[in-house]
């Protein structure tokens, strides 16, 4: 199986499904969580997995360069080949993107372009509308930017609670499967957009 690598900052339901799914038919290895919130139950999670952990804080280095050179070496030194991030609340600096470009892959649940950046499901209610849903994207300098890999839409029912576990049930079994998609070389490569919206 392929090596990689998944960065979270939260709860990390994402995390436990990429886990629990790499076990079903070996195409990729979860061997490391990468966090920035020590104290996140995401942690746990990877403990309780056996995954080993690299937690960091970013106040504790002077600025994103060293702490992604950081991250960077443990990377190497696991030969990991694709980073997934799973609600990993921080954006992707130059160290990474050009060490890993066109293998890094993000899940942000709405439909991109519409409602990037934090908290997408509270800006999908706030716009009233009727479907929204999860994008899987690679991961470019921008703030859910990047070329868009999947998408799967989700009807707006009933209140927050039950459109927030309407989109995690998606995002669990889209995520792994786009995942060994793209690392099978199934899905469209990462090519650079040379559009922004
Ligand atoms: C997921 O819904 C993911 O799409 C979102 O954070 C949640 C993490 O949940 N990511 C973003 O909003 C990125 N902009 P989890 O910790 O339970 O996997």
């Known amino acids: ?54 937690a960091f804080r970013a106040k504790d280095y002077p600025n994103k360069a060293t702490f992604e050179a950081a991250i960077l070496q443990k990377l190497h030194a696991k030969s990991i080949k694709w980073c997934v991030l799973a609600g990993y609340m921080r954006l992707v600096g130059p160290t990474l993107l050009k060490a890993y470009e066109g293998k890094i892959l993000n899940i942000h649940p709405s439909l991109l372009p519409a409602f990037p950046g934090k908290d997408a499901i509270g800006q999908a209610l706030e716009a009233n509308v009727r479907v929204t849903g999860v994008t899987v994207h690679f ?16 009807k707006v029912e009933g209140d927050r609670a039950n459109l927030q576990r309407a989109i995690q049930q998606v995002e669990h079994e889209l995520y792994p499967a786009v995942v060994k998609q793209c690392i099978k070389g199934e899905k469209a490569t990462w090519q650079r957009k040379s559009v922004h919206y």
């Open 139 to 154: 991961v470019d300098e921008g703030m859910d930017t990047g070329p868009i890999v999947e998408q799967a839409p989700v």
């Open 1 to 54: 199986p392929v090596s990689i690598a998944v960065f979270a900052s939260g709860s990390g339901s994402n995390f436990e499904t990429l886990v629990q799914k790499a076990r079903e038919d070996e195409v990729y290895h979860v061997e490391l969580l990468v966090c920035d919130q020590p104290e996140a139950s995401v942690v746990d999670k990877a403990k309780r997995l056996g995954i080993e952990v690299f």
